[in-house]
């Protein structure tokens, strides 16, 4: 799987991008290992990293990630987001356009540490270990980016 350096802003990118959240839940002592939060939108839809577009005009990817996490699962970040440097390639509808076309990810990583109260969207949120998570994966490309933002939480 190719990667791409991130463009300096993400207002300027020509190419959709969005970003795909790695929730760990605090609280964890050095007994117990890091739990990673994924969720399931739909019944019978497989455990996923919550995701979102990218911020547009005047929002910061701080602004957006805590704006996700209070409204999608009720809880505010407990630090700072961390943000990889580069993206990944995806499959991307482009609804305007008429076709599907090549879109952007990228991890960026955040820790919580509230009991999770999920919007009744969600259908189903885990928090894994990081093996269990990248296993409970569906794609190649959301476990990349499960490491990729757990490598940011431990850095």
């Not at 999608?72 to 008429?98: K, N, Q």
Request: hydrophobic share 45%; with cysteine; charged share 30%.
């Amino acid at each position: 799987m190719t990667t791409e350096p991130a463009p300096d802003t993400l207002h300027a990118s020509a190419d959709p991008e969005r970003l795909a959240l790695v929730i760990r839940l605090d609280g964890a002592d050095g007994a117990q290992p890091a739990r990673f939060v994924l969720v399931r939108e739909d019944d019978d839809g497989p455990l996923r990293l919550l995701d979102v577009a990218a911020p547009t005009f005047d929002a910061s990817v701080d602004e957006v990630v805590a704006s996700v996490l209070r409204t999608r699962l009720g809880v505010d970040p407990a630090g700072e987001v961390a943000e990889c440097a580069e993206r990944r390639p995806r499959r991307s509808a482009r609804w305007r356009e008429g076709h599907v076309g090549v879109g952007w990810v990228r991890a960026v990583a955040v820790t919580v540490d509230a009991a999770l109260d999920p919007a009744p969207s969600v259908v189903g949120v885990e928090a894994l270990t990081l093996d269990e998570a990248e296993a409970a994966l569906a794609t190649s490309l959301e476990r990349a980016l499960l490491r990729d933002g757990a490598a940011l939480l431990e850095g």
